[in-house]
Every structure is written in C-alpha cells, then in structure tokens.
T-cell receptor, first 106, second 114 residues
C-alpha cells in the first residue's frame, strides 16, 4: 500500500521568511497531491493541490511542487504571516502525512 | 459551499457502550470517509465508502463498523467503546470515483471514553 512521510514535524520561521514542507510517497501510480491546513481547534481545509501532469502550481503566497521521478512533493509558503501558523498535512490517496506544525514568529 | 456536518462536537461515553457517530454531507459526493486524529499520528483512515451500502476498511478498522444506507449519510459505530478509542473523529467527503479530489471535512467529534 501507499506510504507517506512528511518532514519536518515542527517548523519555526520568522515573519516574512519562507517555509517549506516536504512529503514523500511510495506508489508511483499516485497522481493527485493535496495539502491541508488545520488551525487550532478547526477542521482541516484543502489549501492547494497538484496533479501529476504539472510540476508546479501557485496560489498567491503558497505553491506546491511535484517531483514524480523522486516521488516527493513540497508545500512552499512565502512571506509568512502569523495567520499561517497551523498544522499542515499532505495526503496521497487516502493516506495522510503525520503533519507539520508551523509557527510564524512575529 | 459543500457542508459536512457531524452530529456531535463532544461526546463522553462509558466503556462498553455502543456509540454512533453521524455524518451528513449535502453535495451529492460519492466518497465518504472516517478518520481518527491523534497527536503525533496524524489522520488515520478507519473506513471509507464510495457508494451507498459499500464500505472498505482503512488502516485501523478494528473495533469499528460503518453504515451507509443513504448517499448523504455515513455513520461510524463503536461496537463496544474502549478507552483507547478516545480521540478526535473526523468525517470527510469527496466527489468522483477515485482518490483524485480533495476532501471536505466536518468539524470533528471529540470522543472521550471513560
């Protein structure tokens, strides 16, 4: 079955800096790669996704890159703000990564 | 907006009780899922369903069962609640017939078994 690993488990950045979270997977047949954001006490929400026919997708300050050969995809957040503080999850098929707690320090 | 509604936000049950967690979605999604979320373990799939009366085991189905009698409703049943089932339970739905679409999650049910 699919195996999903997410790193780092925690990440602290200064406000305005960039943050990168990486997710690796095992099944080369996978072709849909979403990222979810979960703020404290709230439900996870889809923030960006990418399909295997593209290598990068951007939406304002967030972007996702995909390397199908190496079987990993990454979430990039630029110009981080305090409201970006949350737990971020990647997912492949029905399997979620264990999450990354991002803290943006003012 | 798609809405996924879980019937209870907080539940406290006694060991051995039969517990029902209900989830309803209003956008005609084919797929519905039950996950449990525990600190450090992320979201783990309990069961999912891709059609009415269909169900598939996820990674941790032991001690749980599910029911999907109508397309919009997916119920999680704890046959005999145990303390190790204390957790946050999240229901989700997605369109389509394959895992190629994002999920919409419910607000979660925090279950405590005493």
């Amino acid at each position: 079955g699919e195996n999903v690993e997410q790193h780092p488990s925690t990440l602290s950045v200064q406000e305005g800096d960039s943050a990168v979270i990486k997710c690796t997977y095992s099944d080369s047949a996978s072709n849909y790669f979403p990222w979810y954001k979960q703020e404290l006490g709230k439900r996870p929400q889809l923030i960006i996704d990418i399909r295997s026919n593209v290598g990068e997708k951007k939406d304002q300050r967030i972007a996702v890159t995909l390397n199908k050969t190496a079987k990993h995809f990454s979430l990039h957040i630029t110009e981080t703000q305090p409201e970006d503080s949350a737990v971020y999850f990647c997912a492949v098929k029905y399997i979620f990564g264990t999450g990354t707690r991002l803290k943006v320090l003012a | 907006d798609v809405k996924v509604t879980q019937s209870s936000r907080y539940l406290v049950k006694r060991t051995g009780e039969k517990v029902f967690l209900e989830c309803v979605q209003d956008m005609d999604h084919e797929n519905m899922f039950w996950y449990r979320q525990d600190p450090g373990l992320g979201l783990r799939l309990i069961y999912f369903s891709y059609d009415v009366k269909m169900k598939e085991k996820g990674d941790i189905p032991e001690g749980y069962s599910v029911s999907r009698e109508k397309k919009e409703r997916f119920s999680l049943i704890l046959e005999s609640a145990s303390t190790n089932q204390t957790s946050m339970y999240l229901c989700a739905s997605s369109p389509g017939l394959s895992p190629n679409y994002g999920y919409t999650f419910g607000s979660g049910t925090r279950l405590t078994v005493v």
